[in-house]
Structure formats: C-alpha cells, structure tokens
C-alpha cells in the first residue's frame, strides 16, 4: 500500500506468463512490480526444478503440460479468470498448440493476449530463429547506431526494452481501452519494431542533418562525451557536449583552453590528440580523487558506478516510473534475482484463481498428484 492507503496500479490485474525469453520475462516483471498478480507458465517436465530465468521478482510459478488434454483443460480455466496473457515464442507456436488469440479469446472475451516476438509476426522472416543483433539489424537501428555503440547495452535497449516494454505498453494500453469496450484484444510487439522506435531520434538526425554515424559524438570517439580509467583502475564519465563543459572539464582537468573553443570542439582531426590527452590526466587520480576535484563544478564529470557499488551507497532500486498516490511495489534486495522452482506455486495459484473449481490443479494430466520440494530448504529461492 501507498502512503495514502492505495494499492499499486495493477493490482487486482491477473496475468499468465509464458517466461521463454528475456523480452517477454521483461513484460512479465513490469506488470508484477506494479501490482499485477503474475503467474509464470513452465513446462510439466520441468516441474520442480530450479530454471534459469532470474526476472522473477513478485512472480508465481505453476506447470502446465500444452500437450496434455486434462492439463489444457486446466490451463483454459485459468485463462477465464485471467486479464492478461503474455507470450514470446515464435510466430505460430501458440496456434499449433490449439492456444492461439481465436481460441483463448473465445473463452474469455476480456482476455489481453500480449505476444511479443523478434521479428514482426507478418516478416517474411517470421519463421527464422535469432537473437537481438539479427532482429535489429534489419530494422536499420544497428547501421544507426554504428560498429562502435552496437555493444552489449546497445542490444540490450535494443531488444529487452524495445520488445519487453514495449508489450508492457501494449498491455496497458489495451486495459485502459477495455475499461470503455468491456473488451480485451491482441496486442503485437516486436524488437524489430520496438527497437526501431527507441531509435526515432538518431534515424531522423541521420536523415535530416547528415548526422554520421561512426564518427558521432555518441559512438564515444569524441573526447568530451567518453569513459577513461582512473590511477585505481576504476572510470569517470565525461558528458561535457555544451562548450561551457567542456571549459570547466578542461580547467578542472589542468588542460589549456584554446581561445577559440567552440571551433576546436568539433575539430574531429584534434579529437584523438584532445582524447589522449584527457585520458593521460583522470589516469593520475583514482576515482575518490576525481568525485572530490569535480564536486560542485559544472562540467558534466561523473563516477562509474558497480552495482555493489550503487547498493553500497544506499541507493535503494526502484521501479522505472513512480506514481505518487499509487506507486509501484518497492524492490526490496532479498527479493533481487531469485529463482523459482518450476510448478512452485501451483497449488495456491488454482485454489486462488478457480475457488471452488480448485481441484483442476490438484493433479497433472497423468492424474498423478503433484508434489513439490520444501520451498524452504531451499536457499537459492
């Protein structure tokens, strides 16, 4: 609850998540930090084991065999008590396995069915297998964002932020449409699209100002808008774009200032000289030194931080948009990155979802009763 005694935003909001891939645990995660009620999907032969997803916070997990009639039967009287429907895997599966959007929205007409893929579901490469790079280089975002800048975070935005929030806005999107029609509807999300979209900005500066693209402010050639090692062997990042940075950086730096500043700056031939030289001077402090020399001056210099680091501070993590009478749940530390044990909430899950009807999750599609290891004995949960 808030400080006004409200709950989050989503509570009340029941979601079924098929967690196969990062972009759709991602969704998953963002609906759970706001209040939804997320329960993961996992695989029967599965069923007690610890997977690998590690998006799991404020999650349940049940096990449902989509090959096993009784347990289709099951599965399809969760989905009428459900408001959501999350998928990532590749176009068509969830169709072959008689679960597709025309099917499950027959049996609850309020159904969202959020599915989230790679490539867009009407590509020509629908079909192909892939990850990130090749879902966002045919979107043009990897020829944007140049040889240099298509690292690791690159992707990442690229793909688990382009697909997984981007579904996470569809979904929203489609509640907020439901609450005037009574009814639910599908909702497509792609990294190809989604990561092209993140990208709007640097595309039309490419078009329009003959922005480059290898040798861009942004592809961390330029000396003023980089990362450099300190004495310690730690970084300092340096944002000074403006020429008033720039100024301060070079005089709290102890590097001369030419005159003519502003025509220096974008003198690309002098940015490897103006780079090393930078360079050879955050290398003679550590990191402490540098935080101290750059407090209170205004030269866009900051520290890089690990995330023991930023925890060691006492900054506590908090979900990525707050609401002030309705806020996310808070991301507490012990709950960071756990695991669950697959099928590890399935009794609770129908006993809560089905209420009388609850011994529809009692067995598994062998009528075999369930059984699942102590939660408790477990450390790594």
């Known amino acids: ?60 997990s049940i096990c449902i065999d989509l090959k096993d009639p009784a347990d289709i039967t099951r599965f399809k009287a969760l989905v009428r008590q459900a408001d959501v429907l999350i998928e990532s895997f590749r176009a068509g599966t969830m169709e072959k396995l008689g679960l597709g959007p025309e099917v499950l929205m027959k049996e609850n007409e309020r159904l969202v069915y959020a599915r989230v893929t790679g490539f867009r579901r009407d590509s020509p490469d629908k079909d192909k297998p892939g990850h990130s790079i090749n879902f966002v280089a045919p979107s043009g975002v990897l020829n944007l964002l140049g040889r240099q800048s298509a690292s690791l975070p690159a992707m990442l935005l690229a793909g688990i932020a382009g697909g997984g929030a981007s579904c996470f806005q569809g979904i929203l999107l489609a509640l907020f449409v439901r609450e005037r029609t009574g009814r639910g509807q599908v909702v497509d999300a792609s990294i190809f699209d ?61 590097l001369p200032v ?26 003679t402090k550590t990191r402490e030194e540098w935080e101290r020399v750059f407090e209170g001056v205004d030269a866009c210099v900051t520290p890089v931080y690990s995330d023991e680091e930023v925890e060691g501070r006492g900054c506590e993590r908090r979900v990525p948009v707050e609401l002030s009478l309705t806020p996310g749940l808070k991301i507490e530390k012990e709950g960071e990155g756990k695991l669950l044990l697959a099928g590890q909430h399935q009794d609770e899950v129908f ?20 059984h699942y290891p102590s939660v408790a004995a477990k450390s790594r949960i």
């Open 194 to 254: 989604g990561g092209a979209y993140l990208t709007t900005m640097p595309r039309l500066l490419d078009k329009y100002t003959g922005w480059e693209r290898f040798t861009d402010t942004f592809d961390l050639d330029c000396p003023y808008y980089n990362t450099y090692e300190t004495a310690d062997g730690k970084l300092m990042a340096v944002g000074a774009l403006e020429p008033q940075f720039y100024k301060e950086l070079l005089k709290a730096l102890g």
């Open 351 to 370: 006993d809560e979802w089905l209420g009388g009807n609850n011994d529809l999750g009692r067995s598994s599609g062998s009528g075999r009763p369930l």
């Open 258 to 283: 030419n005159d003519d500043i502003e025509r220096h700056r974008y003198s690309k031939e002098t940015w490897e000289k103006s780079r090393n030289a930078i360079k050879q001077k955050f290398g």
């Open 1 to 60: 609850m808030s400080a006004a005694g409200l709950a989050p935003p989503l509570r009340g909001v029941k979601v079924l998540e098929f967690g196969s891939l990062a972009i759709s645990s991602t969704c998953g995660l963002l609906c759970a930090d706001y209040g939804a009620d997320v329960v993961r999907v996992d695989r029967a032969q599965d069923r007690g084991k610890l997977g690998p997803d590690v998006l799991n916070r404020n999650k349940r």
